[in-house]
C-alpha cells in the first residue's frame, strides 16, 4: 500500500497539497451549486446551460494549457500559482450576483482558463519537488485520492450546508478555498523553472509541447490509454443518472450511491499503485488498466440491474487509476526538466480533448441507441484504443536510444552538454548563452526525448 507520510514529509510537496485538497474541496461544492444555480436562472434549460458550461470548459482547457506550456519557464512560479487561486477565489465568488445565464458562462470561461493556467504548472512542478521517482509516485497516488475523496466528501457536504443555509453559500466556501490555498502557496521555498534551449518564435514555442508529444510514440500511447478511460468515465459521468432513472427506474437518491462505487475503486486502486509499480513496468499497469475498462463496459452489454452495475463503475475506477496515476511518471520520463511544462501541458490538454471525445459519444449514443448499445460502442473504441496503444508503445522500449545526428550548424540558448562541446572567443557571456555553433555528424545513446536536437523519433 502507498506510504502516505514519505512524500508529506516535504515541507513544500505537505503545503502544495493541502492548497490543492481545500481547492478541490471547494470546487465539489461549486459543481454541486452551478447545477442548483442554472436551474434557477432557466429552469426549462438547465440541462443543455449544464451542458454548454462543459464545452466552454473543455475549449478553455484545450485552447489556453498549451500557450501556458510555452512560456511558463519564464514565469515565477510561487506568484504564478498564487495569484491564478487569488483570482479564481475572487471569479468564484463573484458568481451568485450574476442574474444572466450569459454572465454565468463568461465567468466559468475565466474560471477554466485559470484551471488550464494553473494546473500544468503545477504537475510540472512536483517531479522538481520531489526528485525521487518513488516519492512523486506516492505523490500522485496522494492526488489521486484527494481527487476521489473530493467527489465523495463534496456531495455529502454540500447536502449538510443547504439544508442549514441556501447553496450560495457553497460559492463562497470554494473561494474562501482558494484564498486559503494562495496562504499555503506563499509557505512553500519552489524551485525556478529551468531555462529551455528553444529557438523560433511565438508559435514554434505554443506548438512546441503538443508537436513533441504526438512525436513520442510512448506518449500517443498514453493518449490512446486517456481514450479508453475516458469512455468509460464518460459513462459513468454522463450515464449513471439515465441508467438508474430512465432505465431502471429507480429514485435519484440512489444515483450518487452508484457513482461511489467508481470512486471507491479508484482510491483502492490509488492505494496499491506505488508498490505494484516498483514491480511492474509502466506500459504493463497502464495497458491492464485499459483491458480491465474494456471487461468492465461489456459486462454493461447484459443489462445489469442496479446492484450489478455496482462491481462495473468499480472496476471502470479501479482502470482509471491504473492509467492515469502511471501517466505523470511516463510524461516525466519522456521530456528534458527544462521542457516540463511544454509536456505537462501538452498533456492536459490532449487528454482533455479525449474527455471531450467521451462525453459526446456516451452522452449521444445513449440518447440515440440506448445504454446496451452504448456499453458495445464504448467497449469497442475502449478495445482499439487500448489494442493500438500496445503496438504504438513497443514492449522493448527503452529511455536511452542510440540515434544519429547529422552535421549541423544553428543557433539557440543553450548549456555545454553532450551536444555541445565546442571553443569559445570569450564574448558568449555566462550559460546558458546564444550564439551560432557546429554540430559534427555523431551517432550516440542517451536518454532520448523530443527537443531541439531531435526532432523525431529515430527508429527501433
Request: charged content about 15%; aromatic content about 10%.
Amino acid at each position: 500500500m502507498i506510504a502516505v507520510a514519505t512524500p508529506l514529509l516535504n515541507s513544500n510537496f505537505r503545503w502544495l497539497f493541502l492548497g490543492q485538497l481545500v481547492s478541490l474541496l471547494g470546487t465539489g461544492l461549486t459543481t454541486v451549486a452551478l447545477a442548483l444555480f442554472a436551474f434557477d436562472l432557466k429552469p426549462s434549460d438547465a440541462g443543455l446551460a449544464l451542458g454548454v458550461a462543459l464545452a466552454i470548459k473543455m475549449v478553455a482547457y484545450l485552447s489556453v494549457a498549451p500557450i501556458v506550456g510555452g512560456y511558463a519557464n519564464r514565469l515565477p512560479r510561487k506568484k504564478w500559482l498564487s495569484g491564478l487561486n487569488a483570482g479564481r477565489a475572487l471569479l468564484v465568488a463573484l458568481l451568485p450576483f450574476c442574474d444572466a445565464i450569459w454572465q454565468l458562462f463568461v465567468v466559468i470561461f475565466w474560471l477554466n482558463v485559470m484551471a488550464a493556467a494553473y494546473t500544468p504548472v503545477y504537475q510540472a512542478l512536483l517531479p522538481d519537488i520531489l526528485p525521487d521517482e518513488k516519492e512523486y509516485t506516492q505523490a500522485l497516488s496522494l492526488s489521486r485520492l484527494a481527487m476521489e475523496v473530493e467527489s465523495l466528501l463534496s456531495p455529502a457536504l454540500a447536502a449538510v450546508i443547504i439544508f442549514f443555509t441556501s447553496y450560495e453559500w457553497l460559492f463562497e466556501l470554494n473561494s474562501a478555498g482558494f484564498a486559503l490555498s494562495v496562504v499555503f502557496i506563499y509557505m512553500t521555498q519552489l524551485p525556478k523553472s529551468k531555462s529551455n534551449d528553444r529557438s523560433g518564435g511565438l508559435w514554434q514555442h505554443v506548438s512546441f509541447g503538443i508537436k513533441s508529444y504526438l512525436r513520442t510514440p510512448r506518449l500517443c500511447a498514453v493518449l490512446l490509454l486517456n481514450l479508453a478511460l475516458s469512455a468509460a468515465g464518460a459513462m459513468v459521468i454522463v450515464n449513471s443518472v439515465v441508467y438508474v432513472r430512465g432505465v431502471l427506474g429507480l429514485s435519484e437518491e440512489q444515483v450518487p450511491l452508484l457513482m461511489v462505487s467508481a470512486g471507491l475503486g479508484s482510491m483502492l486502486a490509488a492505494l496499491y499503485l506505488p508498490s505494484l509499480l516498483e514491480r511492474f513496468h509502466d506500459r504493463s499497469v497502464m495497458l491492464c488498466g485499459g483491458v480491465i475498462i474494456v471487461v468492465a463496459l461489456l459486462a454493461g452489454i447484459v443489462g445489469p440491474s442496479y446492484l450489478g452495475l455496482f462491481p462495473i463503475w468499480c472496476l471502470i475506477g479501479v482502470g482509471s487509476s491504473m492509467i492515469l496515476i502511471p501517466t505523470g511518471r511516463v510524461v516525466r520520463q519522456s521530456c528534458k526538466e527544462s521542457d516540463r511544462n511544454d509536456y505537462f501541458s501538452a498533456n492536459f490538454a490532449l487528454t482533455h480533448g479525449m474527455w471531450l471525445i467521451g462525453y459526446l459519444l456516451a452522452g449521444g449514443l445513449g440518447s440515440v441507441l440506448g445504454m446496451e448499445q452504448t456499453f458495445i460502442w464504448l467497449a469497442v473504441l475502449a478495445g482499439i484504443s487500448t489494442l493500438l496503444a500496445s503496438v504504438i508503445w513497443k514492449s522493448h522500449d527503452r529511455y536511452e536510444l542510440w540515434h544519429e545526428h547529422s552535421e549541423l550548424e544553428h543557433l539557440h540558448p543553450h548549456t555545454h552538454d553532450e551536444h555541445h562541446q565546442h571553443e569559445h572567443e570569450g564574448w558568449e557571456g555566462a550559460e546558458p548563452h546564444t550564439h551560432p555553433h557546429y554540430h559534427k555528424h555523431q551517432k550516440h545513446r542517451h536518454k532520448y526525448v523530443i527537443d531541439e536536437h531531435h526532432s523525431y523519433w529515430p527508429k527501433q
